[in-house]
């Protein structure tokens, strides 16, 4: 059988760590309510089962052989955040990211309200309804 690449399974779950509303601290607390700051292994793996992300058991076990390399079946948070935060090449991209993403916003708003405005400046009567004449002044300015 084919061991699960760990580059692979870092990937998937900071790719879902970046883009989920829930953060690490929201994951690893559900499970720590005593705010000890480690959970056991088993806790690790529901805890990783609840994101739905998709991941196997081996993935998984992959997954706690990089976080937890002592083999103390204990998962400590900050080796844990400390693995899977972002760097600052990270940040800036999603920063850009979230820039363009709110500009497109605004440009689609733009957009989608401009025909709206049209319509209304050149439906004379405001009936909601165009004659021809009224298009051929919208289509032509």
Do not use: W
């Amino acid at each position: 059988m084919v061991e699960p690449n760990l580059a692979d399974i870092h990937s998937k779950l900071k790719t879902y760590l970046r883009t989920s509303s829930k953060t690490l601290v929201q994951v690893f607390g559900k499970y720590d309510p005593d705010n000890t700051g480690t959970i056991s292994n088993l806790e690790f793996k529901e805890a990783i089962r609840t994101l739905n992300i998709g991941f196997t058991s081996r993935e998984i076990d992959v997954l706690i052989k990089y976080i937890e390399p002592t083999r103390d079946n204990r998962i400590n948070y900050y080796d844990f955040a400390h693995k899977f935060k972002d760097t600052h090449g990270d940040r800036q991209v999603l920063d850009r990211t979230r820039l363009r993403i709110h500009k497109l916003k605004d440009l689609i708003y733009q957009f989608l309200l401009s025909p709206k405005d049209a319509f209304h400046k050149y439906n004379d009567d405001r009936s909601g309804k165009m004659i021809f004449a009224q298009f051929q002044n919208l289509i032509n300015t």
